[in-house]
DNA sequence: TGCGAGCGGGG
DNA sequence: GTGTACGCTCGCA
């Protein structure tokens, strides 16, 4: 028999543990694979005391001498170790705790027994098995099952239809002043989405009231709803389970309140009770054989775009292009005790969020890559929405493994600790960032050229991997920039950099294979390039990644060193050898600025560039041209925007490419992004400093004299707790008290959005000078522009004409000529263009994220300060830190807003 | 300026 | 579960 991996998990026969894979065949039925022949084991390097203390562990069945590879640094020999067997997966980390101190080094003694096993076997999440089963009969699980003698990996690669439902529960506080409790709050609506349909319907709501309509069904009681609930789910058995927030939400909810009515929260294919854990901010609810799919938790932490807020309307307004009405939560108690009209705008609220949820996972394809990462990777598709540090650390286990190699543990507190100190003392040092030519480039078209994975590319060029790394140089091996030894593929080739390059096989492979397939293969073969993708630009990261297991400061430190040499020589190359120069360039990435004003010959250019360079550079490292920008407004490092110009074949398409540069911000009124993003859209396609200096200050006249309609100056901002308990000063937080005052019956709740202008009065309080728009229009009230103008439009638009020399007293002074001569030196281009904004493939020439470490007095920020410079006005150092880690976005600032 | 609390999403 | 993880913004000292 042959089926597909979908969750697995162990559980104990006595003392044994006996695997279970919970799978998917051909035919789209869901079977659970039983096999026992398998026992936990680790390794440990032993001392002259091993052997002694291993007699006085009962809990050991059987000690093997063995020999592997040590896994940090380069060691010509394997070690001799002792592999130590036990029975019961659950003794291990007391006898590891217990043998520590007799033994030299410890190995895969944390390495989860599921895991254990399917790296053993060859066997990847979502990949598929072959076995021989005997049907047995058990009450363990709900699914058919079978025990089996031998399992093997199926060499496949296709999919099972899945079945997908989603979730999304409606509460009703019993005290509305107070937040939600799960233990007396009861759920009054359950809302749940099929995909495909359940018993022909789309969508079912519940409701724990007597009420009837189509796909709707009423129950006297909540505990009656939730019976159902579960009857429901056994009989369509879902692989995923999805819904907005559900892991922190939905699914811990309705978890309580089965608790409170004494009911099992059995929502899985076992006889294993669901449950959520929380650690940091991450909640997982875990639900035994079926997948817990959170689009919120996807959207945050494993993003291929930035959203201005990451609640469903935002999201599915920008996914699906639908957007969704909102109840308010005050209002709930009212409809939900109401008519029968009332209730059913209640019930179809609570059916569009379920739909919105599936639809999110659905139409656009949010599991397909996360599929293609666990056949890569070797994870079960429920672990990978945790981070990229398991991913890399699984796929790696199972190289090592083929080679002889142990897998280190994952550090110790005290093992955190000194690399935190190692890392403080000597640094860890990140890319360069050339200094920028500040102002703005309007003569000649300015080239765009980048390094096609830059990082893997250095790894596999000099063969940097954790145990390659050697302390004495040898005979013959690579000496880093940054004073690291690795010893050459001749003598050991690097297990990272074997992956890799597999990995771009891979890729290019995929890459060539979708050109010529139907869409729905051509979907699954574009998210595994996307996959791929994800996982060679994982690997740097995750050795600089303080709890790696595989983590090495002189690793990371040498790929970044590669990394600062090979910018610096491509500049130079490029100066050399073509008449242009290098005027910005960041990590892997140049701007080249020419003389051309024709794009066919600045395009040429381009290409030319790119192949010399690489042709002149070692191994692997390719220089590709990207893209031209006719013009580009650079004002710090990380912070510009250019006119970008692309040939798709037969045209050529523009549009203003944006970096760093923020246009939109909550504490800005919406007249300051409208202004900024006009005066960057009149530089680069005017190339005119002055006409957008005119911009600026025929708006500066408009509010003064009153010109500006009021929602353009209406900042919005909303309330997260009730009123009485703010106890600073906010502008919002009075205007809510003022609104309160003239409206008692109605006063704002928490969870509204307050806006409010700001006010001409004697007030020297700011927050006492803003009021409600509404209000501020009905008496004809007189905005404050002098604030207006020196607190907020000033600020962000003087950052930007401060770069190309312009002062603030230029812009206030009147109608006057600035000294400036026009950098133009062709003749103005009459072209107009709307802002196309492209916000679906923000730019990520690596993924991963970024610090900046000021060099005088060390302070790190997580975003390019605004002045380019440190406030202590110290130069700022960059350090990438790949794509490991939660903090994966607040790199494409400004790339969102509405047109 | 530096630090700590609190929030995010969901009802 | 062979576990144990955030990053940002705001208010206050």
């Given at each position: 028999m042959q089926a597909q991996i979908i969750d697995a998990d162990y559980f104990l026969n006595g003392n044994k543990p006996v695997i279970r894979i919970f799978a998917k065949t051909e035919s789209g039925n869901t079977i659970c694979v039983f096999y026992d022949k398998f026992l936990p084991y680790f390794f440990i390097v032993p001392t002259a005391g091993t052997a002694g203390k291993l007699?006085?562990?009962?809990?050991?069945r059987s000690v093997e001498e063995v020999e592997r590879f040590e896994p940090l640094g380069y060691s010509k020999e394997k070690t001799k170790m002792l592999k130590i067997t036990v029975t019961n997966p659950q003794d291990v980390p007391k006898i590891r705790e217990t043998l520590a101190p007799y033994t030299k080094n410890i190995y895969?003694?944390?390495?989860?027994f599921k895991y254990r096993f399917m790296v053993d076997h060859g066997l990847y999440g979502m990949k598929w098995i072959d076995f021989d089963g005997e049907r047995v009969r058990t009450n363990t699980v709900k699914v058919p099952a079978f025990r089996t003698e031998e399992i093997r990996s199926a060499d496949r690669n296709d999919n099972v239809p899945l079945r997908h439902m989603s979730v999304d529960i409606e509460c009703l506080p019993s005290d509305p002043r107070k937040p939600l409790d799960s233990k007396n709050d009861p759920i009054i609506i359950i809302s749940m989405s099929f995909a495909p349909h359940f018993r022909d319907k789309k969508n079912l709501v519940l409701l724990a009231k007597n009420f009837y309509g189509d796909d709707i069904k009423g129950f006297q009681t909540e505990k009656e709803m939730l019976e159902e609930f579960v009857r429901i789910l056994d009989a369509y058995d879902p692989d995923i389970i999805t819904g907005y927030n559900i892991n922190s939400f939905d699914l811990p909810y309705l978890a309580e309140r089965f608790r409170h009515h004494k009911?099992?929260?059995?929502?899985?294919?076992?006889e294993k009770m669901s449950f959520g854990k929380t650690f940091g901010i991450l909640q997982e609810f875990i639900i035994s054989g079926r997948v817990v799919v959170d689009p919120y938790q996807i959207l945050k932490r494993d993003p291929w775009m930035k959203f201005p807020r990451y609640d469903l309307n935002t999201v599915s307004k920008i996914l699906l292009g639908d957007e969704k009405h909102d109840v308010e939560y005050g209002k709930m108690a009212g409809l939900w005790n109401g008519t029968k009209e009332q209730i059913s705008t209640f019930l179809e609220y609570a059916r569009q969020d379920a739909n919105l949820s599936i639809r999110l996972v659905i139409e656009r394809g949010m599991l397909d890559k996360f599929v293609e990462l666990a056949k890569i990777s070797g994870l079960l598709l429920q672990d990978l929405?945790?981070?990229q540090t398991k991913r890399v650390e699984t796929m790696a286990l199972h190289e090592f493994r083929k080679r002889g190699f142990v897998m280190p543990p994952a550090p110790s507190k005290g093992e955190l600790a000194r690399r935190a100190k190692e890392r403080e003392s000597q640094g860890l040092k990140g890319a360069t960032v050339l200094e920028p030519e500040k102002g703005l480039h309007a003569e000649g078209c300015i080239l765009v050229l980048d390094f096609k994975s830059l990082y893997p590319s250095i790894m596999r060029t000099f063969n940097i991997s954790p145990e390659t790394a050697i302390k004495t140089p040898v005979e013959n091996c690579y000496a880093s920039p940054s004073g690291a030894y690795f010893v050459r593929p001749e003598t050991k080739s690097g297990i990272l950099p074997d992956i890799l390059s597999t990995l771009v096989d891979a890729r290019t492979a995929v890459k060539k294979q979708m050109k010529n397939s139907k869409p729905e293969e051509k979907r699954m073969l574009n998210a595994k390039q996307l996959a791929i993708k994800d996982m060679s630009n994982s690997f740097y990261g995750y050795t600089g990644y303080i709890r790696a297991r595989l983590y090495m400061i002189d690793v990371a430190g040498s790929i970044t060193a590669y990394g600062r040499d090979n910018i610096i020589k491509t500049k130079n190359l490029v100066e050399k050898n073509f008449p242009a120069r290098v005027v910005y360039g960041d990590t892997d990435s140049i701007f080249v600025k020419t003389d051309m004003t024709n794009l066919e010959d600045a395009k040429k250019l381009g290409e030319d560039i790119a192949s010399f360079v690489t042709s002149n550079l070692e191994g692997h490292l390719e220089l590709q041209f990207e893209k031209i920008y006719r013009t580009f407004l650079i004002l710090t490092k990380k912070r510009y925007a250019g006119w970008k110009f692309e040939h798709t074949g037969t045209e050529w398409k523009n549009s203003i490419d944006m970096k760093g540069i923020e246009t939109v911000r909550r504490d800005w009124c919406p007249l300051v992004s409208e202004l900024m993003l006009k005066i960057i859209n009149i530089m680069l396609k005017e190339g005119d400093i002055h006409l957008a200096m005119n911009e600026v200050k025929g708006i500066l006249d408009k509010l003064k004299r009153g010109e500006i309609p009021l929602e353009k100056l209406t900042v919005i901002k909303g309330l997260t707790k009730s009123i009485e308990n703010y106890d600073g000063m906010l502008p919002h937080i009075e205007v809510a008290k003022k609104l309160a005052a003239r409206n008692p019956h109605d006063p704002p709740k928490i969870g509204d959005r307050i806006g409010f202008v700001i006010l001409k009065g004697n007030n020297h309080l700011l927050s006492k000078r803003a009021d409600d728009p509404k209000y501020v229009a009905e008496n004809g009230l007189q905005i404050d522009s002098e604030y207006y103008i020196s607190s907020q439009l000033l600020p962000p638009i003087e950052r930007i004409l401060n770069s190309v020399g312009v002062e603030r007293t230029e812009l206030l002074g009147g109608g006057r000529q600035s000294r400036l001569g026009d950098i133009m030196s062709g003749a103005k281009r009459k072209m107009k263009h709307d802002i196309v904004v492209d916000y679906n493939k923000p730019e990520q020439p690596l993924a991963g994220w970024e610090e900046f470490l000021c060099k005088k007095c060390s302070k790190s920020y997580s975003r390019m300060p605004l002045r380019g410079v440190c406030e202590c006005g110290g130069q700022l150092l960059f350090g990438f830190h790949g794509s490991v880690g939660t903090r994966l976005v607040a790199k494409q600032n400004g790339i969102l807003h509405n047109q």
């Open positions: 007699k006085e562990i009962p809990e050991i895969e003694a944390d390495i989860l009911m099992p929260t059995n929502f899985g294919r076992s929405f945790g981070g």
